[in-house]
């Protein structure tokens, strides 16, 4: 069965402690987050592929599961490439323009894509990639 829907306050609580805990010693959410196979898959495949600057994906409600390493942000709801992949079907990709991303700190292409389970009614969340447009040269 599916988890209810985080209340927005909730959501904003857990963005705020994100940014606080990147500047502490004691980092459960970001821990939670980035210490688990799925970021160390991640991150292995931001780390094979010179083209990729970061590889992140969110859940249905666009709460960070897993990232290749530290984002600006825990939640992921508020972004164009979340509120738009979310509506797309399988085979298709969202490709936003060029800008700096500030949490990787290059100029990138954001290409992301939703992930079902069985079907587009399935919606489970969001996979975004950083495609370091430097590098393709």
């Not at 825990?74 to 509120?83: A, W």
């Not at 991303?101 to 990639?129: C, E, M, N, W, Y």
Request: no cysteine; glycine share 6%.
């Amino acid at each position: 069965a599916q988890a209810p829907a985080p209340s927005e306050r909730a959501l904003a609580q857990a963005d705020a402690r994100w940014l606080f805990e990147q500047q502490e010693q004691a980092q459960p959410l970001l821990s939670q987050v980035l210490r688990t196979p799925l970021s160390e898959q991640l991150r292995g495949a931001v780390a094979a592929d010179r083209l990729l600057s970061e590889a992140l994906i969110s859940d249905l409600y666009g709460q960070l599961l897993a990232a290749s390493d530290i984002t600006t942000d825990y939640y992921q709801g508020d972004e164009i490439s979340f509120q738009q992949s979310r509506d797309l079907l399988d085979d298709d990709l969202l490709l936003e323009p060029i800008a700096y991303d500030s949490s990787t700190q290059k100029l990138a292409i954001r290409v992301s894509g939703p992930i079902h389970d069985g079907g587009p009614d399935q919606f489970l969340g969001v996979l975004t990639l950083g495609v370091d447009i430097e590098q393709l040269h």
